[in-house]
């Protein structure tokens, strides 16, 4: 349908918790089609609808060759974890290593209200998790070290995207739920 802008770090809408979708219509059915087609033309690996200015609780992934979407998603997570460096499409060119679990089983809805599961391990349990963190206001950048995260804030204020003007929106480390580090 259409390619849109995403948004970059340091709009307010990245770091907002977005609202469950409870309308499945023509409207819902767009915003995925405008999602995957704006993943695609990126590309990226996944993108949610916050990147796209909509706090909706919707994201779409393209891992292995495989294309789809889940809405409303609720997780469960391995305890076992990895390291891998992550990037993001609203943090342009950039990637640190990020420790997420290993595997995911989430639940939740197609763009038609149905239930969906997927469940994977390795680039699509890191791409669910990352876009899930998407629709509760958290940036992988709020997962790293410490001192990679000290890292990281510099390479954005150094990148050339990066407005020094936009809004920003601060959360600590230290305000992110125990149970996502």
């Given at each position: 349908?259409?390619?849109?802008?995403?948004?970059?770090?340091?709009d307010?809408v990245?770091?907002t918790?977005a609202?469950?979708?409870?309308?499945?219509?023509k409207e819902l059915r767009?915003?995925?089609?405008?999602l995957?087609?704006t993943?695609?033309?990126?590309?990226?690996?996944?993108l949610?609808?916050?990147?796209l200015?909509?706090?909706?609780?919707?994201?779409?992934?393209?891992?292995?060759?495989?294309?789809?979407?889940?809405?409303n998603p609720?997780?469960?997570?391995?305890?076992e974890?990895q390291?891998?460096?992550?990037?993001c499409?609203?943090?342009?060119?950039?990637?640190?290593?990020?420790?997420?679990?290993?595997?995911v089983?989430?639940?939740?809805?197609?763009?038609?209200?149905?239930?969906?599961?997927?469940?994977?391990s390795?680039?699509l349990?890191?791409?669910?998790?990352?876009?899930?963190?998407h629709?509760?206001?958290?940036l992988?950048?709020d997962?790293?070290?410490p001192?990679?995260?000290?890292?990281?804030?510099?390479?954005?204020?150094?990148?050339?995207?990066?407005?020094e003007?936009?809004?920003?929106?601060?959360?600590?480390?230290h305000?992110?739920?125990?149970?996502?580090?």
């Amino acid at each position: 349908m259409a390619i849109l802008p995403i948004r970059l770090f340091g709009d307010p809408v990245l770091r907002t918790p977005a609202a469950p979708v409870e309308t499945f219509d023509k409207e819902l059915r767009r915003l995925v089609q405008d999602l995957t087609d704006t993943m695609l033309d990126a590309p990226g690996a996944g993108l949610a609808a916050p990147q796209l200015g909509v706090s909706l609780r919707v994201f779409t992934w393209w891992v292995d060759d495989e294309i789809g979407h889940l809405i409303n998603p609720v997780l469960d997570l391995s305890d076992e974890t990895q390291d891998g460096d992550e990037g993001c499409l609203s943090i342009p060119d950039l990637a640190f290593p990020t420790r997420r679990a290993l595997q995911v089983v989430a639940t939740g809805q197609n763009m038609y209200g149905e239930p969906v599961t997927i469940s994977g391990s390795d680039l699509l349990a890191r791409c669910v998790q990352h876009e899930t963190d998407h629709l509760d206001g958290v940036l992988f950048v709020d997962r790293l070290d410490p001192q990679v995260r000290k890292e990281a804030m510099k390479a954005i204020r150094e990148a050339e995207w990066f407005a020094e003007d936009a809004p920003q929106v601060k959360v600590s480390p230290h305000q992110i739920s125990a149970r996502w580090l």
